[in-house]
């Protein structure tokens, strides 16, 4: 490329801060460059991250965009002039062109290689729409900062060498994606800084090693506090056993235990022993239900964060429900949106949609997976799906980014069995499980599977013939409201309570907190719920009943049944009518065959179904029957990996399916009724709003099928907020939120 030189001149990077002052584009690409290499430096990138961030608002030297800024300020607006081009070119040029992707996507987000590659062709013949433009912005950027045109080729990390064929593909996908995150961030970092006018807030990497400390000496007296169970003794024994681990190599662990062995404690001690030993910088738990990420966070706040509340956090929770925007909260809001944090709580939602974008906001983060160690509790929800993608890319973290795995579950699924982690070592925390859970096997099983079996004799049977406290899970939200209905009949008003997606988040959590309330003081409640309450939620039933489910749900159900151990033994009715509701879609139909097949009366014994042998069979047949086509478990996401497509991925990722379910907004309480409808309002504003509305209205919403959700449109009780959310205005029930059974309008609002 030719460019005149041009004498040195002030070019700026950004507008007027708070104390009146510009931001040079020479000390904002340096600023930025010296934060991408420190975080570039945790997976051998240091210098490619460096150069890339270096570059990434080369544009702005244009005289174009001076101008414009000058413009921008003066009335208000935007620049309006392209500057992420040169940027992208050089990165393209001296790098190679996946890493031209980075710079290019700085702002609108990861586009393709083919575009990047659309855009180095285009300018290297000369045919750039904006040629002049990059040409001139190159030539005076570099007049300041010479380094952005080095002599030769940007050294790339020295185990990119060793890549080859679809694995080596899929490397480099995560290489990029690691690579966006550093420089992300960094721009983020300091150019919040300049119009702060305030240093750059990067925290310093935590001491895990007194962390640890920390968490064994609180955790002795949080255990102190406890009521004494039968089991404490073999906690105690799982939890020295997992934590004594910790010294061994980083890599992919899997921790088998039965509900109620203490995986949140031992999970937790494991990871920041091992962080402590290895180096690794943070600890980073994942689950599947904000309801757990909200438990967990709870108990390890109490387990790490300083007493002295001027001191900083050490536990971020990061979900959509956390209210990040009070005063005591300011520190979360900043670092929830990098997670510059030694002890993350978050979701796998939030985790792998992260991961698998191609966002700025989204992915900001996920270069703090490096030299991490990620928990990944109640693995068995991981969609099937997705699975492909997912395990690659758990595979990558540990062998290119130096991050160790552990996968936690009562029902561990068997993912040795899938070629994404086939030849990876498989290293138990848990070595003799078999044991374990045999020693820690606290309910007995019994079946009710005739053609008699009814909702009306279930009924029967949970009301009047099963004690004062019982759980009972089904598996769709029209036969929990069904259930309740009935029960409420023969138990009375008061002491039948329900759980499902039909009701607000707020609606559930207080609900949840009530039965805790009413288990601890031995009062009488039947719950009936969706499996939503299955894994994590620390319930204690002594009698649990089941609808027929795939086999890791029958085991999570049972895991709420004498938990505690109080009782010699604890009773888990599996019942199926022929009239119940199942989710349609052929990964539960496979799930459903796959049980069908090794649990049950005549297959596994009909006490014992936490038969780990029938489990590990269960998991291969199940995954074999959902086929091998392209599609098969998200085999499609990493095909589009391979191919550098980081907009069809981000696309075709998606961990919750809202194909068949609406989000409905509920004002249950009128107090809420303001700020509610300023976040609705919040939407048609003409200003953007960011995501605070939206995660502000999470609590109050609930979900609809969509067919009703529509229903509820043309009837008139709801109405449309933006994209797919509704706003409710009919009847909510106060037990069992938007219940199907008792619309106002039944001519339109129908099941």
Same mark, same amino acid.
């Given at each position: 490329?030719?460019?005149?030189?041009?004498?040195?001149?002030?070019?700026?990077?950004?507008?007027?801060?708070?104390?009146?002052?510009?931001?040079?584009?020479?000390?904002?690409?340096?600023?930025?460059?010296?934060?991408?290499?420190?975080?570039?430096?945790?997976?051998?990138?240091?210098?490619?991250?460096?150069?890339?961030? #270096?570059?990434?608002?080369?544009?702005?030297?244009?005289?174009?965009?001076?101008?414009?800024?000058? %413009?921008? *300020?003066?009335?208000?607006?935007?620049?309006?002039?392209?500057?992420?081009?040169?940027?992208?070119?050089?990165?393209?040029?001296?790098?190679?062109?996946?890493?031209?992707?980075?710079?290019?996507?700085?702002?609108?987000?990861?586009?393709?290689?083919?575009?990047?590659?659309? $855009?180095?062709?285009?300018?290297?013949?000369?045919?750039?729409?904006?040629?002049?433009? !990059?040409?001139?912005? !190159?030539?005076?950027?570099?007049?300041?900062? +010479?380094? @952005?045109?080095?002599?030769?080729?940007?050294?790339?990390?020295?185990?990119?060498?060793?890549?080859?064929?679809?694995?080596?593909?899929?490397?480099?996908?995560?290489?990029?994606?690691?690579?966006?995150?550093?420089?992300?961030?960094?721009?983020? #970092?300091?150019?919040?800084?300049?119009?702060?006018?305030?240093?750059?807030?990067?925290? %310093?990497?935590?001491?895990?090693?007194?962390?640890?400390?920390?968490?064994?000496?609180?955790?002795?007296?949080? #255990?102190?506090?406890?009521?004494?169970?039968?089991?404490?003794?073999?906690?105690?024994?799982?939890?020295?056993?997992?934590?004594?681990?910790?010294?061994?190599?980083?890599?992919?662990?899997?921790?088998?235990?039965?509900?109620?062995?203490?995986?949140?404690?031992?999970?937790?001690?494991?990871?920041?022993?091992?962080?402590?030993?290895?180096?690794?910088?943070?600890?980073?738990?994942?689950?599947?239900?904000?309801?757990?990420?909200?438990?967990?966070?709870?108990?390890?706040?109490? =387990?790490?964060? +300083?007493?002295?509340?001027?001191?900083?956090?050490?536990?971020?929770?990061?979900?959509?429900?956390?209210?990040?925007?009070?005063?005591?909260?300011?520190?979360?809001?900043?670092?929830?949106?990098?997670?510059?944090?030694?002890?993350?709580?978050?979701?796998?939602?939030?985790?792998?949609?992260?991961?698998?974008?191609?966002?700025?906001?989204?992915?900001?983060?996920?270069?703090?997976?490096?030299?991490?160690?990620?928990?990944?509790?109640?693995?068995?929800?991981?969609?099937?799906?997705?699975?492909?993608?997912?395990?690659?890319?758990?595979?990558?973290?540990?062998?290119?980014?130096?991050?160790?795995?552990?996968?936690?579950?009562?029902?561990?699924?068997?993912?040795?069995?899938?070629?994404?982690?086939?030849?990876?070592?498989?290293?138990? &925390?848990?070595?003799?499980?078999?044991?374990?859970?045999?020693?820690?096997?606290?309910?007995?099983?019994?079946?009710?599977?005739?053609?008699?079996?009814?909702? *009306?004799? =279930?009924?029967?049977?949970?009301?009047?013939?099963?004690?004062?406290?019982?759980?009972?899970?089904?598996?769709?939200?029209?036969?929990?409201?069904?259930?309740?209905?009935?029960?409420?009949?023969?138990?009375? *008003?008061?002491?039948?309570?329900?759980?499902?997606?039909?009701?607000?988040?707020?609606?559930?959590?207080?609900?949840?907190?009530?039965?805790?309330?009413?288990?601890?003081?031995?009062?009488?409640?039947?719950?009936?719920?969706?499996?939503?309450?299955?894994?994590?939620?620390?319930?204690?039933?002594?009698?649990?009943?089941? %609808?027929?489910?795939?086999?890791?749900?029958?085991?999570?159900?049972?895991?709420?049944?004498?938990?505690?151990?109080?009782?010699?033994?604890?009773?888990?009715?599996?019942?199926? !009518?022929?009239?119940?509701?199942?989710?349609?879609?052929?990964?539960?139909?496979?799930?459903?065959?796959?049980?069908?097949?090794?649990?049950? +009366?005549?297959?596994?014994?009909?006490?014992?179904?936490?038969?780990?042998?029938?489990?590990?069979?269960?998991?291969?047949?199940?995954?074999?029957?959902?086929?091998?086509?392209?599609?098969? =478990?998200?085999?499609?996401?990493?095909?589009?990996?391979?191919?550098?497509?980081?907009?069809?991925?981000?696309?075709?990722?998606?961990? @919750?399916?809202?194909?068949?379910?609406?989000?409905?907004?509920?004002?249950?309480?009128?107090?809420?009724? +303001?700020?509610?409808?300023?976040?609705?309002?919040?939407?048609?504003?003409?200003?953007?709003?960011?995501?605070?509305?939206?995660?502000? &209205?999470?609590?109050?919403? %609930?979900?609809?099928?969509?067919?009703?959700?529509?229903?509820?449109?043309?009837?008139?009780?709801?109405?449309?907020? !933006?994209?797919?959310? $509704?706003?409710?205005?009919?009847?909510?029930?106060?037990?069992?939120?938007?219940?199907?059974?008792?619309?106002?309008?039944?001519?339109?609002?129908?099941?």
């Amino acid at each position: 490329m030719e460019g005149s030189s041009s004498a040195v001149v002030p070019l700026w990077a950004h507008s007027r801060n708070v104390s009146g002052v510009r931001h040079t584009l020479e000390d904002h690409l340096r600023g930025s460059a010296v934060l991408a290499r420190r975080f570039g430096s945790v997976f051998g990138a240091g210098e490619l991250a460096e150069y890339l961030a #270096l570059v990434h608002d080369t544009g702005k030297g244009s005289c174009a965009w001076q101008h414009g800024l000058d %413009a921008a *300020e003066r009335h208000k607006r935007g620049v309006g002039v392209p500057h992420k081009e040169a940027g992208a070119w050089l990165a393209a040029s001296h790098a190679g062109v996946p890493f031209g992707a980075v710079v290019q996507g700085h702002h609108g987000g990861l586009p393709s290689r083919q575009a990047v590659k659309d $855009l180095v062709q285009a300018v290297e013949s000369g045919t750039h729409r904006d040629q002049r433009l !990059i040409e001139e912005a !190159i030539a005076r950027t570099a007049g300041l900062v +010479p380094e @952005i045109l080095p002599p030769g080729r940007v050294p790339l990390p020295a185990w990119v060498a060793t890549l080859a064929g679809p694995d080596g593909a899929l490397a480099r996908d995560l290489l990029v994606r690691m690579l966006f995150g550093c420089v992300v961030d960094a721009d983020f #970092l300091d150019t919040g800084a300049h119009f702060a006018d305030t240093p750059v807030q990067v925290r %310093a990497d935590a001491d895990m090693a007194r962390l640890a400390a920390v968490f064994e000496e609180r955790r002795r007296k949080a #255990l102190s506090r406890r009521r004494p169970s039968k089991i404490d003794g073999v906690r105690e024994r799982v939890y020295e056993e997992v934590v004594g681990a910790a010294t061994s190599a980083p890599g992919m662990y899997v921790l088998p235990a039965p509900t109620g062995a203490g995986k949140t404690f031992s999970s937790a001690g494991f990871a920041l022993h091992h962080a402590a030993a290895h180096g690794h910088r943070r600890v980073v738990v994942a689950v599947p239900y904000t309801s757990i990420t909200q438990q967990n966070a709870r108990t390890y706040r109490e =387990m790490l964060d +300083p007493e002295d509340p001027d001191l900083p956090r050490n536990v971020l929770e990061h979900h959509s429900s956390v209210d990040l925007d009070s005063p005591s909260t300011a520190w979360a809001r900043t670092a929830a949106e990098n997670w510059d944090a030694p002890f993350v709580v978050t979701t796998t939602v939030q985790l792998f949609e992260s991961l698998f974008s191609n966002r700025p906001a989204a992915m900001r983060k996920v270069h703090r997976l490096a030299g991490a160690v990620v928990v990944l509790d109640e693995v068995q929800a991981l969609p099937d799906r997705l699975l492909v993608p997912i395990l690659s890319g758990l595979r990558g973290l540990v062998e290119h980014f130096g991050a160790t795995v552990v996968l936690a579950s009562a029902t561990q699924p068997d993912f040795w069995h899938l070629a994404q982690l086939d030849g990876l070592p498989r290293r138990q &925390l848990v070595h003799e499980p078999a044991g374990l859970f045999e020693e820690l096997r606290r309910v007995a099983y019994h079946w009710r599977t005739g053609a008699d079996v009814t909702w *009306e004799s =279930m009924a029967d049977e949970i009301g009047r013939r099963s004690g004062n406290r019982t759980l009972t899970v089904v598996n769709t939200t029209k036969d929990a409201a069904l259930l309740h209905r009935l029960l409420k009949k023969r138990v009375g *008003e008061d002491t039948v309570l329900h759980l499902s997606t039909r009701m607000t988040a707020e609606h559930r959590a207080a609900t949840i907190e009530r039965v805790r309330a009413l288990l601890e003081n031995d009062e009488a409640v039947h719950v009936v719920s969706t499996q939503l309450i299955e894994a994590g939620v620390d319930l204690d039933f002594p009698r649990v009943f089941r %609808a027929w489910a795939p086999a890791e749900s029958l085991q999570q159900a049972a895991g709420r049944c004498n938990r505690e151990g109080h009782q010699d033994e604890g009773t888990v009715v599996v019942f199926r !009518i022929h009239d119940a509701g199942q989710p349609r879609d052929s990964v539960y139909t496979a799930a459903l065959e796959a049980t069908a097949a090794h649990t049950g +009366p005549g297959l596994a014994d009909p006490d014992d179904l936490d038969d780990l042998d029938a489990l590990n069979r269960y998991y291969p047949l199940r995954y074999t029957l959902q086929g091998s086509g392209p599609t098969a =478990m998200g085999a499609h996401v990493d095909t589009l990996r391979t191919q550098l497509d980081f907009p069809a991925v981000h696309d075709a990722f998606r961990m @919750i399916d809202d194909t068949h379910h609406q989000p409905v907004v509920v004002i249950r309480d009128e107090a809420d009724r +303001p700020a509610v409808e300023a976040d609705i309002a919040a939407f048609t504003s003409p200003y953007p709003c960011g995501p605070e509305p939206l995660r502000r &209205l999470q609590p109050h919403t %609930a979900r609809l099928p969509r067919h009703e959700a529509t229903a509820a449109l043309t009837a008139g009780l709801a109405e449309p907020v !933006i994209g797919n959310l $509704l706003l409710w205005n009919g009847a909510y029930h106060p037990q069992r939120g938007l219940d199907p059974e008792q619309p106002e309008d039944t001519t339109a609002f129908v099941i």
